[in-house]
């Protein structure tokens, strides 16, 4: 059996402003958004083989519980990407700390939080 991960949906505060972040950051396009579930709206983001499926609710979403402790919580998203130094430098460019730099095998990383609340982890094999 060969099983890939296609997508993650994510409930954060603004669908667009997430989606359009993440395209101006990684080169990535929206595939799809539109309505959808109890009146909210999504935005599928991502490329050819997977996305994050991006979902804002018609109310205003609750603050997010602490990460690393809650059952079935996001604690981030890893994101595989060729040149780690120029993403961490775009990254810092729209003002954007990043924190807990590792260089160990199989591959060097490091993380930010988002403007949506969400910590990213951005990792390079190569």
Not at 17 to 37: K, N, P, Q, V, Y
Request: aromatic fraction near 12%.
């Amino acid at each position: 059996m060969n099983a890939r991960l296609e997508h993650v949906n994510i409930t954060v505060p603004d669908a667009r402003a997430t989606a359009d972040f993440l395209s101006r950051l990684l080169g990535w396009h929206i595939r799809w958004e539109g309505a959808s579930l109890n009146n909210g709206y999504s935005v599928h983001v991502g490329n050819a083989d997977s996305y994050l499926a991006l979902y804002t609710p018609k109310a205003p979403v609750a603050e997010a519980h602490p990460r690393y402790g809650n059952a079935a919580g996001l604690n981030h998203v890893g994101i595989v990407v060729e040149d780690l130094d120029a993403i961490e430098t775009r990254v810092r460019a729209l003002g954007i700390e990043t924190f807990n730099h590792a260089d160990y095998e199989p591959g060097r990383r490091f993380y930010f939080d988002g403007p949506d609340a969400v910590e990213y982890e951005m990792v390079s094999y190569g």
